[in-house]
């Protein structure tokens, strides 16, 4: 990745086939006949997405769901991975928050630690949260896994949107894939079966009482907003913006019950920044202007 956290080329080594068209696709949509989806969840920009106008709006909202939703957990992964990469492992469901002395007190083990240790050995380094257990990578290793979590921060980044790339399922796999390769890499006895990380490649995450249950959309709750109408699942893509394959439209995905989002503003927030600079330096102007008319008059 690009030090602006934007994709380069360079992301795509390790990536698939699929990937790769995908990006530069995405790249050079405006040659092709293509509608592009700006997809928001309120007024935050999340991915672009190519289709066309003769994709049932049922395909295409369970599409977005499903990039939308293996954004976050990518998302989730790598936060988790940067702890590991920090503390090492998880500490067994029973010993975490724990002081050192109510672990010898209540004669508590971590049965795991021994059989999940990374290559190269560990160096202990506390976790002041009480949730891993100190024994982190080596500095080799922890960039190993530091490096791949920038790696596939960059695919699915919303920086991808300001750059005209397009996000595909494909590139979501890709993502998940090259963390677990790191993961393995790293700690080739694996992870605790409790491990959030081992979890989600797993797909047994529990993510019931968190906010990242709050975000997560689930795919027969889904809908799609576009120019304020809901796009009915029973439809076509083109039923809403016609026959024109090279259009490009916001739209914006949220759960059932929720009514109408907001309208798009007329004027983006950074227009309308300008517009205020303007008419400020326009009224300081005219300021000066009148007070140079009176000294005229009166001198």
Known sequence: ASPDGLLTTRSFESCSFEAVAGFWIGRFYLGLKMVLLHVKRGDESQFLLETTGSTSIEDLT??????YNGRLKVQRVCAEMEMLAEHGILLPPNMQGLTDEQIEELKLKDEWAEKCIP??????????????????????MKQVLKATIDEAKALISKKQVQANVCVNMDMVKDALDQLHGAVMIVYPMGLPPYDPIRMEFE???CLSGTHAALEVIEEPEAQLWWAAKELKRTNHLSDYVGKNEKTKIIVKIQKKGQGAPAREPVISN????????????????????AVTEIYTVYS
């Open 119 to 140: 290559s190269g050995g560990s160096v202990f380094k506390k976790d002041e949260t009480g949730r891993r257990n100190g024994h982190a990578p080596n500095e080799k």
């Open 62 to 67: 369970l599409a977005v769901t499903r990039i």
């Open 203 to 205: 797909d047994k995450e």
């Open 270 to 289: 950074e227009e309308h920044k300008q517009m205020m600079l303007y008419y400020y330096k326009r009224q300081e102007e005219l300021k000066v202007s």
